[in-house]
């Protein structure tokens, strides 16, 4: 697994906490509850961007190269 997909959901799932947190504090929640808010939250996005970036940032499989490169340098001088 990439360590740029760890990255960016570890981003997003900080990102959510703190949100989350200072948002439950300013309108008037008890501190056990804007912590609790802040986990879920993390979580729910922390998952979300995990999922989204693997299967935005995953490599083609599908990309494979059938012929080597001596064999593409001389289609290549066919074609020309």
């Known amino acids: 697994?990439?360590?740029?997909?760890?990255?960016?959901?570890?981003?997003f799932a900080l990102t959510?906490?703190?949100?989350?947190?200072i948002g439950s504090t300013i309108t008037g929640s008890t501190a056990v509850t804007a912590f609790t808010r802040g986990f879920e939250?993390?979580?729910v996005f922390g998952i979300i961007a995990?999922?989204?970036?693997?299967?935005?940032?995953?490599e083609d499989s599908s990309d494979t190269d059938y012929m080597n490169d001596d064999q593409n340098d001389q289609?290549?001088?066919?074609?020309?």
Do not use: Q
């Open 16 to 21: 959510a906490f703190f949100f989350m947190v």
């Open 41 to 43: 939250g993390a979580a």
């Open 75 to 80: 289609n290549l001088d066919d074609i020309l």
């Open 1 to 11: 697994m990439d360590i740029t997909i760890k990255r960016i959901s570890l981003g």
């Open 50 to 58: 995990f999922i989204a970036a693997n299967i935005l940032l995953e």
